[in-house]
């Protein structure tokens, strides 16, 4: 199973940035996606779930209404779009899965059980 983050980069204040994961390895419409960061000197922690149907999505409180997340099957791959972004969302951003189908999302990063590699996403004031 492999899990492969990109689209961090630097960008100021107010600016966007997409970041995509690609997942190969497992069946991609039997797991719920989510995205986790970490910033400087911070525990992971919870951004955005997607679950295994795409029909249910929730949002850290932190980000609702500025990040969106979103699959596509036909890519196996998550997305999490992200706008209006603040000094505060730097860390390095990290894709997982869990098997989902049929099971409550969640939060938890214990209970996901493959990652990716982290993209580093910077955001200047």
């Known amino acids: 199973v492999q899990l492969q983050a990109f689209g961090g980069g630097l960008v100021q204040t107010g600016g966007s940035l997409r970041l995509s994961c690609v997942v190969s390895?497992?069946?991609?419409?039997?797991?719920?996606l989510g995205w986790f960061r970490q910033g400087p000197g911070k525990e992971r922690e919870f951004v955005a779930v997607?679950?295994?149907?795409?029909?249910?999505?929730y949002y850290a409180g932190s980000v609702k209404g500025r990040f969106t997340i979103s699959r596509e099957t036909a890519k196996t791959t998550v997305y999490l779009q992200m706008n209006s972004l603040k000094p505060e969302d730097t860390a390095v951003y990290y894709c997982?899965?869990?098997?989902?189908?049929?099971?409550?999302?969640?939060?938890?990063?214990?209970?996901?059980?493959?990652w990716g590699q982290g993209t580093q996403v910077t955001v200047s004031s």
């Open positions: 997982a899965a869990k098997y989902g189908r049929w099971k409550a999302v969640t939060t938890t990063p214990d209970e996901y059980h493959y």
């Open positions: 390895g497992l069946t991609f419409s039997n797991y719920d």
């Open positions: 997607i679950n295994w149907s795409g029909g249910t999505t």
